[in-house]
C-alpha cells in the first residue's frame, strides 16, 4: 500500500485503499526492501531482485543475481566512499551490487559458506553473513572486494547442549553503543564484539525457536521467536 494513502484514510477514517500488487515474480518471493529513493526492492527464489515503482507497482527492471540459487535475503549498505549498496545472498553465495550504477555487480563471492546463506547484515565497512551454525564477518578491500575477517559459532554450546544441528536464522550488526554483532540460533540470542569476534553476552528465550532478529536503529532489538516478539533494550543487555 502507498503510505501516504494509508496515512490520509487514516486520519479521515475512510476506508484502507486497495493494495498495489508487485507482479512480475516466477516463485517465492523470499525478502522485500525499500531503497533509498523510495523504490521496493523484492528476491525470488527464481533468482531474480526486481526493482519496482512505490507509486504504481510497474518493474522498472529485473537482475538475475543469483539464478542458480536462488536469493534468500537482501540487505542495504554503502560502499568504501559511502556510496548505497545492494548485498544478496543466496545459495552458497554473496553479492554486492552498486545501486548508482545501475545495479552493477561489485562484488561476489561464490562457496561464501559450507551451507545455503538464510541471514546477511551490513553496517559501515562490516558484513556479516549467517548459514548453518556459522556466522562469517567479511571486509571491503581493494575496492569494493570482499575478503573473510573471521567466523563465527555461536552455535557450538547450544549444539552440544541439544545434541541436534542448530542453524543461524537471524544475524544483525548494532553500530552502537558497542558495535556488535547480534545472532539468532534456536533458542538463544548472542552477541559479539563486531571487531574481535569476542562473545559479550548471550540470553536464552524461552518463547519457542527465533526466526529473525531486527535493529530498530537505536537502542532496541526486536526478536521473533515461536509466537511472539520480544524488544529488548540493547544497552540493558550490555
Not at 541439544?162 to 537471524?170: C, N, S
Request: hydrophobic letters at 45%; charged letters at 20%.
Amino acid at each position: 500500500w502507498p503510505l501516504a494513502a494509508v496515512l490520509a484514510s487514516c486520519e479521515s477514517g475512510g476506508d484502507v485503499p486497495a493494495p498495489i500488487e508487485l507482479a512480475g515474480h516466477r516463485s517465492v518471493v523470499t525478502c522485500v526492501l525499500v531503497l533509498p529513493n523510495g523504490r521496493l526492492c523484492t528476491g525470488c527464489n527464481d533468482g531474480g531482485v526486481r526493482v519496482y515503482s512505490a507509486t504504481d507497482g510497474s518493474c522498472e527492471r529485473t537482475i538475475a543475481s543469483l539464478p542458480d540459487d536462488g536469493v534468500s535475503c537482501m540487505t542495504l549498505g554503502e560502499d568504501d566512499v559511502g556510496k548505497p549498496m545492494l548485498f544478496v545472498g543466496g545459495g552458497r553465495t554473496v553479492i554486492a551490487l552498486a545501486i548508482e550504477e545501475d545495479f552493477t555487480v561489485a562484488a561476489r563471492v561464490d562457496k561464501a559458506h559450507a551451507s545455503p546463506i538464510f541471514s546477511l547484515a551490513a553496517s559501515g565497512a562490516r558484513i556479516v553473513t549467517g548459514a548453518g551454525e556459522e556466522v562469517k564477518m567479511w571486509e571491503r578491500v581493494r575496492g569494493n572486494q570482499l575478503a573473510c575477517a573471521g567466523t563465527l559459532r555461536p552455535a557450538a554450546g547450544a549444539r552440544r547442549l541439544l545434541r541436534a544441528p542448530v542453524k543461524i536464522t537471524g544475524v544483525q550488526i548494532v553500530p552502537a553503543p558497542t558495535a556488535c554483532i547480534i545472532v539468532g540460533c534456536d533458542r538463544h540470542l548472542v552477541a559479539f564484539d563486531s571487531q574481535t569476534g569476542e562473545k559479550l553476552w548471550a540470553r536464552d528465550l524461552r518463547n519457542g525457536k527465533i526466526v529473525s532478529v531486527v535493529h530498530d536503529g537505536g537502542d532496541k532489538i526486536s526478536v521473533a521467536a515461536g509466537k511472539n516478539v520480544s524488544m529488548l533494550d540493547f544497552g540493558v543487555a550490555l
